[in-house]
């Protein structure tokens, strides 16, 4: 009892830490979202304290300075997310890059795994080491020359020409730095075309061929762009596309500032648990970050139903019936200790008392109603109904047996 008092000790710190420093050196959009939930947060608790403590014009002049700290806090993580900004863009060009440049893979009879290289694998390798040489620093004036000595387009060669001409009159590598970007822009551009490297054409996100370009193009009516249908978030219930992603972001950002990475890790274990129990599991893998803070918000009420606890952090949806696919109708929210104890019951009914199993059922009932709304879902809500009818109306006829003492 102890030893485990202790790793939950440690897990709690850990996780404290770690929010700690995402929030210190925030890198992904998860992390600006923790940031601008907590300023939202803050924001809120101070508003609450004005409007209890002070009132006409001192309740004002508050609400004024409140608002110049919101906009202090927020110029902040701009400054953040820019520093951010760029470091993601070296790593995905990093990544893109040498993707491109990897061998075709595949695995043999006996097990191993066999690669080879073709002719255009090798071109985007050589294209990966001129782009390359091309952002490296601290080179001499000879290498750095050297390493410019091959044809690329014309726009390029200029550019190239103009730094060989600064170098041989020893201008400060501090001067060089917004032509050596360009050039290296320009050239990461060329990389990118497939005339001049075959392989980039399975990695582009724009199809090359016209016909294809018109599917599954959707219009945005926040930034009124036509954009691929991947550009769109969708939630299960969704009627309309919608906002696209990024607008969604900048909506969230500026009003709702929600923090959806509690529910995404909740999400993850759930799919990963699913998997284990049945790689063609699907239900699980339909829904989104949203679908699922309904089910545990508003379902579930953000806590376990046998502990009342309420850190999300400390919960898990785990099935209801273990011999069952999980689905909303099929599921109970649980602190991670009692889901392992509940994922080790072969009956429910027998685990439990009547009338928490009936306030299951409930909250089940509620869920049906919910995603029954949702045509994917329909073909797995009339299975589950088909295969739990019998065992239902036992359960609601079953008498509640009362004993008397003398």
Request: glycine share 2%.
């Amino acid at each position: 009892m102890k030893q485990e008092e202790i790793r939950k000790r440690k897990e709690k710190e850990d996780r404290i830490k770690t929010e700690f420093e995402r929030r210190m050196n925030p890198q992904t959009k998860e992390d600006f979202d923790l940031l601008y939930h907590a300023l939202e947060k803050w924001r809120q608790e101070e508003i609450d304290h004005f409007n209890s403590t002070l009132t006409g014009p001192e309740r004002k002049a508050a609400l004024c300075a409140l608002l110049e700290q919101e906009t202090q806090l927020i110029a902040s993580i701009g400054r953040h997310r820019l520093v951010a900004g760029e470091e993601n863009l070296k790593k995905s060009v990093a990544a893109f890059l040498e993707k491109c440049a990897e061998p075709k893979k595949w695995k043999a009879f006996d097990g191993k795994i066999t690669e080879m290289d073709t002719q255009y694998t090798i071109r985007a390798r050589e294209l990966r080491d001129i782009y390359a040489s091309i952002n490296m620093k601290y080179l001499s004036q000879d290498e750095r020359l050297d390493e410019h000595d091959c044809k690329l387009t014309q726009d390029i060669v200029e550019l190239i020409d103009r730094e060989a001409d600064l170098l041989m009159r020893g201008i400060k590598e501090s001067n060089l730095e917004g032509l050596r970007k360009r050039i290296s822009t320009l050239f990461l551009q060329y990389i990118k075309t497939p005339t001049f490297n075959p392989e980039v054409t399975r990695l582009l996100k724009v199809p090359q061929d016209p016909a294809q370009l018109r599917k599954n193009i959707y219009f945005c009516p926040g930034c009124r762009s036509y954009l691929p249908s991947t550009d769109f978030s969708l939630t299960l219930n969704s009627r309309s596309v919608g906002r696209c992603r990024k607008c969604s972001k900048l909506d969230n950002e500026a009003r709702r500032r929600e923090d959806l990475s509690k529910y995404k890790n909740i999400l993850k274990h759930l799919r990963k648990s699913e998997a284990e129990y049945n790689e063609d599991a699907k239900i699980a893998f339909l829904l989104q970050e949203k679908d699922l803070q309904y089910l545990v918000d508003v379902i579930w009420g953000a806590q376990s139903p046998l502990s009342a606890w309420d850190d999300l952090h400390d919960l898990v949806i785990v099935r209801w019936d273990r011999f069952s696919e999980w689905s909303p109708w099929n599921c109970i929210l649980l602190t991670k200790e009692e889901a392992a104890a509940h994922v080790k019951l072969d009956n429910t009914e027998q685990g439990y008392g009547i009338v928490f199993i009936r306030k299951i059922k409930h909250k089940h009932t509620l869920a049906k109603k919910y995603f029954a709304q949702v045509p994917a879902m329909a073909q797995f809500l009339h299975t589950y109904n088909s295969q739990s009818a019998s065992q239902d109306d036992l359960l609601i006829t079953k008498p509640i047996s009362t004993e008397t003492q003398s």
